[in-house]
T-cell receptor, first 115, second 114 residues
Framework: DTGVSQDPRHKITKRGQNVTFRCDPISEHNRLYWYRQTLGQGPEFLTYFQNEAQLEKSRLLSDRFSAERPKGSFSTLEIQRTEQGDSAMYLC?????????????FGSGTQLSVL | DQQVKQNSPSLSVQEGRISILNCDYTNSMFDYFLWYKKYPAEGPTFLISISSIKDKNEDGRFTVFLNKSAKHLSLHIVPSQPGDSAVYFCAARGFTGGGNKLTFGTGTQLKVEL
């Protein structure tokens, strides 16, 4: 399977704990995106990387959130001191930058539940 | 501030008939529109897209129409099949010179009945 892979699929944590998610994009893709989806809403942009450079961050991304893509391949999203409002599906997507026709390929997501 | 709106949370259609999913947007800077389909426990999958310089794009059973003056787009599925039952998200992009930051609507749950 050469699609976008996310790990873990599900994470249950207690409020105040730190969590880290991993995303492995499609191998030749140079762009990697993180989105968050809550119940009844569409995915919301959080941040994106081109290769290892983080080029844009949403104002949704508080300072408790940090994302890295150290070698321009896989990426991690860490949430420190989790809050119940962080409960959501965290989606990763990758693409090969191609101008107007750029298409995002999404992983299956990590479902986070903060108790 | 919901820049992309899908006002119908659900739609039920009989197999073989046409499904029409609607989407409205408010930001005139959006230059590219996409539809994604999402099955339970899976990520969204790209379906079809349209540039703002066009008013129609067709791919097999799927056609997207864009009415820029009304800031409205629609997805037509003909004929509808049971496997089309999924949540459909409309998304829009405002090109800012880098990245493909998409703004999604809230989705429409399509159910195609036998």
């Amino acid at each position: 399977d050469t699609g976008v892979s996310q790990d873990p699929r599900h994470k249950i944590t207690k409020r105040g704990q730190n969590v880290t998610f991993r995303c492995d994009p499609i191998s030749e893709h140079n762009r990697l995106y993180w989105y968050r989806q809550t119940l009844g809403q569409g995915p919301e942009f959080l941040t994106y990387f081109q290769n290892e450079a983080q080029l844009e961050k949403s104002r949704l991304l508080s300072d408790r959130f940090s994302a890295e893509r150290p070698k321009g391949s896989f990426s991690t999203l860490e949430i420190q001191r989790t809050e119940q409002g962080d409960s959501a599906m965290y989606l990763c997507a990758s693409s090969l930058a191609a101008g107007a026709n750029e298409k995002l390929f999404f992983g299956s997501g990590t479902q986070l539940s903060v108790l | 501030d919901q820049q992309v709106k899908q006002n119908s949370p659900s739609l039920s259609v009989q197999e073989g008939r046409i499904s029409i999913l609607n989407c409205d947007y408010t930001n005139s800077m959006f230059d590219y529109f996409l539809w994604y389909k999402k099955y339970p426990a899976e990520g969204p999958t790209f379906l079809i897209s349209i540039s703002s310089i066009k008013d129609k794009n067709e791919d097999g059973r799927f056609t997207v129409f864009l009415n820029k003056s009304a800031k409205h787009l629609s997805l037509h599925i003909v004929p509808s099949q049971p496997g089309d039952s999924a949540v459909y998200f409309c998304a829009a992009r405002g090109f800012t010179g880098g990245g493909n930051k998409l703004t999604f609507g809230t989705g429409t749950q399509l159910k195609v009945e036998l």
